[in-house]
């Protein structure tokens, strides 16, 4: 199963006491970072909102989780504020004020619209009936999310498999001129030899043959052929296999690259240099897909 990093989700729900939304967005990353940014005066909650992510499954990508929660009613609740942050924040807006020659029209209500200025005291049970609030809308939010990277993920898999459909199409083409190409490396090798050493000196036939052999183990890439089909067997698997999936596609790709470069590297013939580029090219286009699978 294919999952994009690339995702957004987003869940509202108002009750008699609170009007809670969370939003998730999250862009690439090569490990889970999650930051969640809430109310300050629900910052308690942060570390019960991480825990859900990885709790859903989330293990991979840079995720920002925003929650808002508007008090409508705080029965039982003890409401303070914090006395040297709201100074800072007061002194802040007069000296905007000041610079810039704006009103000075500060007010109650125009500092109240601060949250982040209220200190909220709750007893254990209080923070827990908070938490129950909140997390059946996290969820929402969680379930739109992944919906959204399956989606994704899904688009970037078909594109990912055709191309790699094209790449091994690429290198079947590759086997019945490769035996040409040696046959024809090994030929410019004798004829270099004969011409070097000349009429006068006596040539070693079977010393030639045997270094010729030799050479043609070197030239052969038939065991390349042969890993690059077992990495494809391998990279199906992984492709329909459960859980995250983007580095080990990303090791796996890594590996079907050194093989079509030491072809590269071997052939001579320029109808195999040729089919070497156009699959270096798609390999390339898959990497950059992976890149955002998680």
Not at 60 to 76: E, Q
Not at 137 to 156: P, T
Request: contains cysteine; charged residues 35%; negative net charge.
């Amino acid at each position: 199963m294919i999952y994009s990093m690339t995702a957004f989700g987003r869940a509202r729900k108002d009750t008699e006491e609170r009007s809670v939304t969370a939003e998730i967005k999250s862009v690439n990353n090569r490990f889970l970072d999650v930051t969640v940014k809430l109310p300050r005066m629900f910052g308690y909650l942060e570390e019960k909102a991480k825990a859900r992510i990885s709790e859903r499954g989330i293990s991979r990508g840079k995720i920002d989780v925003f929650i808002t929660i508007d008090v409508l009613s705080s029965n039982g609740v003890e409401v303070s504020f914090d006395k040297a942050y709201t100074e800072s924040y007061i002194n802040a807006l007069r000296k905007i004020a000041s610079d810039y020659g704006l009103r000075d029209d500060i007010s109650v209500s125009t500092v109240s619209r601060n949250q982040d200025i209220f200190l909220v005291k709750k007893a254990d049970e209080d923070i827990e009936k908070e938490w129950r609030t909140v997390l059946p809308v996290l969820d929402e939010a969680i379930d739109m999310f992944l919906s959204s990277r399956l989606k994704e993920g899904n688009n970037m898999k078909n594109d990912i498999m055709e191309k790699k459909s094209n790449v091994m199409s690429l290198a079947a083409q590759i086997a019945p001129l490769s035996k040409a190409d040696v046959d024809s490396q090994l030929e410019k090798l004798k004829d270099r030899i004969k011409e070097l050493v000349g009429s006068e000196i006596p040539l070693d036939e079977s010393r030639l043959i045997t270094e010729c052999a030799l050479m043609a183990d070197r030239l052969a890439i038939d065991e390349e052929l042969v890993r690059l089909d077992s990495h494809f067997k391998a990279f199906d698997e992984i492709v329909s296999s459960d859980g995250p999936v983007g580095r080990k596609l990303d090791f796996l790709l890594q590996e079907i690259n050194r093989e079509t470069n030491t072809i590269g590297s071997k052939v001579n013939d320029a109808s195999i240099a040729k089919i070497v580029v156009e699959m270096k090219s798609e390999l390339e286009k898959i990497r950059e897909q992976i890149q955002n699978i998680e």
